[in-house]
């Protein structure tokens, strides 16, 4: 079992930056991947962001240049935005799986495991 916590969430003005944390506990194997999705009112859970146990990174074509995902200790994944748009708001999700990325940006059914969410609101 993995237990998942996300925190960082925050509003924001349009332009501005901000830096999600997912931190995973539990037991933890030596193959995974964290993946970041996001799901805004009324729209489909999509991932956006995701990094694996060899340091692989995949995000989404819409995100690419201002998202950014890193492993900052051996418990917990960050995803920092930058130049923060209003449709990038959206609950923030972090879930984790027991295999790597194999090149690909991983879908939500692929996971078990997933945090509460953080909440990102970009609004001026």
């Known amino acids: 079992q993995a237990q998942v916590v996300e925190s960082g969430g925050d509003s924001v003005q349009p332009g501005g930056s901000l830096t999600l944390s997912c931190e995973v506990s539990?037991?933890?194997?030596?193959?995974?991947?964290v993946a970041w999705f996001r799901q805004a009112p009324e729209k489909e859970r999509e991932p956006v962001a995701a990094?694996?146990?060899?340091?692989?990174r995949a995000y989404a074509e819409s995100v690419k240049g201002r998202f950014t995902v890193s492993r900052q200790n051996p418990n917990t994944w960050d995803l920092e935005i930058t130049s923060l748009k209003p449709d990038d708001t959206a609950m923030y999700l972090c879930?984790?799986?027991?295999?790597?990325?194999?090149?690909?940006?991983?879908?939500?059914?692929?996971?078990?495991?997933w945090g509460q969410g953080t909440q990102v609101t970009v609004s001026s």
């Open positions: 879930a984790v799986r027991w295999w790597p990325l194999r090149g690909t940006l991983p879908e939500a059914s692929d996971f078990v495991y």
């Open positions: 990094i694996d146990s060899a340091g692989e």
């Open positions: 539990g037991r933890m194997y030596h193959e995974y991947s």
